[in-house]
């Protein structure tokens, strides 16, 4: 697509010389005799660069800066005038202006010029996209979940993640708690500042500390210098505490009093310093039977526990499992350069019967040694561990006690999955199988599976 430049000039010379050069050059120009032509014809359509006469019959060239950069504030503005000085030149850059072409300028300064602000513009694009896919990656499309359980998680993420509240994501290992404090952060008022995680399972209670709340210069033996701390480096964002059902009394005490006053010191130090963080914290213990149990603080459970999250763990919510197998292919294909584009019939059976104690973690390293020893564009059942080929297939799938399913149960079972991930929607359907509409319809009535939408 050509990129579209106004010119803006009461000199019919200078417009048409212009218009005629910038033609020359590929681009497609537009010019205007008056500052009210111009903005008519901003109006009516969109320019990438405005080369803009700074002396004009009917308004200064400054205000009509002013007026276009309202209309089109990503349009890019190159002044042209006489009447050339630093002042205006500086007073021009203030009010927007990209760059300052003096009268009388020689082509290949114009188109330098120009050239350079088409340039300044890809990139601001590609920052905004950028800014986008990040913002979109953390949203919801990389937590994968049709069913029930992850709506309803979805449904609280979305009611909450303005709200500067503290967190507390439950779970057992590997069910994506990372990833949902991640989708709350990028979603909330904080996502332009850090993101910082700390597993406090990793640590012992003196390192804990110090990763927590930094230290001061000769704190300790080998403290030769100060070091800020997780606080300190999450200043305005969200700092993420991964496994804090692990911490020790005497640390759960020091929690508490950061979350209650808003306040810490560093280990070793005197300055009070103020806390501006977002809490998350996230655990895979159940932390109402640990302060039952007297092994983690009541006052902090309830101080954490003001907005819950509970993530099910993957064999509760086994019909997200096709749409997951979809998702963590694409991204393996790209890591490793391949070709999957489906699980097949029977492999997916045998997805759908094991019951996935290490969750989503697990499933994805099962899917990533498939992708990367396997051959072909389909995960067989060959690809998978052999604890997963050797499962009972009389737990799975109607059909005589003690004998597989048929290649048509597994079908039928299959394409169902995607039905409903896809929400009954036929055209989504066949795209997620790989097959056509019309091949989809056909299963649908032979399996009768409309019947099956409840």
């Known amino acids: 697509m050509k990129a579209r430049i106004l010119v803006a000039d009461d000199d019919p010379g200078m417009r048409e010389t212009l218009e005629a050069v910038l033609a020359e050059d590929g681009y497609d120009a537009g010019v205007a005799a008056s500052g009210a032509e111009a903005m008519h014809i901003l109006a009516k359509r969109p320019f990438d660069v405005m080369l803009l006469d700074l ?4 308004i200064t060239g400054l205000e009509l800066l002013s007026q276009a950069r309202r209309i089109a504030p990503e349009m890019a503005v190159i002044m042209m005038t006489a009447f050339g000085t630093v002042k205006i030149a500086v007073e021009a850059v203030k009010e927007g202006a990209y760059d300052f072409l003096t009268k009388p300028f020689e082509l290949d300064e114009m188109r330098l010029a120009i ?21 979109e990656k953390f949203i919801f499309k990389e937590i994968v979940g049709a069913s029930k359980k ?26 994506g708690k990372e990833l949902v404090a991640q989708a709350i952060h990028y979603n909330s008022s904080r996502r332009d500042k850090p993101f910082v995680k700390l597993n406090c399972a990793a640590l012992p209670e003196t390192l804990l500390e110090s990763e927590l709340f930094g230290y001061d210069r000769g704190a300790f033996t080998g403290a030769t210098t100060s070091k ?23 640390m759960q005490a020091k929690l508490l009093r950061v979350l209650q006053e808003k306040e810490f010191e560093r280990v070793g130090g005197r300055e009070t310093l103020k806390a501006d963080v977002r809490i998350v914290a996230a655990t895979n213990k159940d932390l109402k039977r640990e302060v039952e149990a007297r092994r983690f603080r009541e006052d902090l459970y309830y101080r954490l526990n003001v907005v819950p999250i509970h993530l099910p763990p993957l064999r509760e919510r086994k019909e997200d499992l096709p749409a997951l197998a979809r998702h963590f292919l694409k991204e393996l294909n790209l890591l490793f350069r391949k070709d999957f584009s489906a699980v097949s019939p029977e492999a997916m059976a045998c997805l759908l019967r094991y019951q996935w104690p290490g969750n989503i973690r ?12 396997g051959e072909g564009k389909a995960i067989l059942a060959e690809h998978l561990p052999d604890e997963l080929q050797e499962l009972d297939f009389s737990s799975h799938l109607e059909g005589k006690a003690g004998e597989p399913p048929s290649l048509d149960d597994l079908e039928k079972e299959h394409i169902f999955q995607v039905l409903r991930e896809a929400k009954w929607n036929q055209t989504r359907a066949a795209e997620l199988l790989g097959i056509h509409r019309n091949t989809l319809r056909k299963k649908i009535e032979r399996f009768n599976l409309k019947e099956m939408d409840t």
């Open 115 to 135: 050239k350079k602000a088409l340039e300044m513009q890809g990139l601001a694009r590609e920052n905004r996209e950028l800014r986008r896919m990040l913002d």
């Open 228 to 250: 800020p701390g997780r606080f300190e480096l999450a200043e305005g964002g969200t700092l993420f505490l991964d496994e804090i059902g692990d911490t020790s009394p005497n």
């Open 150 to 175: 992850m709506q309803e998680v979805f449904e609280v993420i979305r009611k909450v993640v303005d709200y500067d509240v503290i967190i507390l994501i439950s779970g057992e290992s590997g069910t």
């Open 362 to 373: 697990e499933l994805r390293n099962v899917l990533e040694k498939a992708v990367l020893l």
């Open 55 to 58: 002396k004009m019959p009917d």
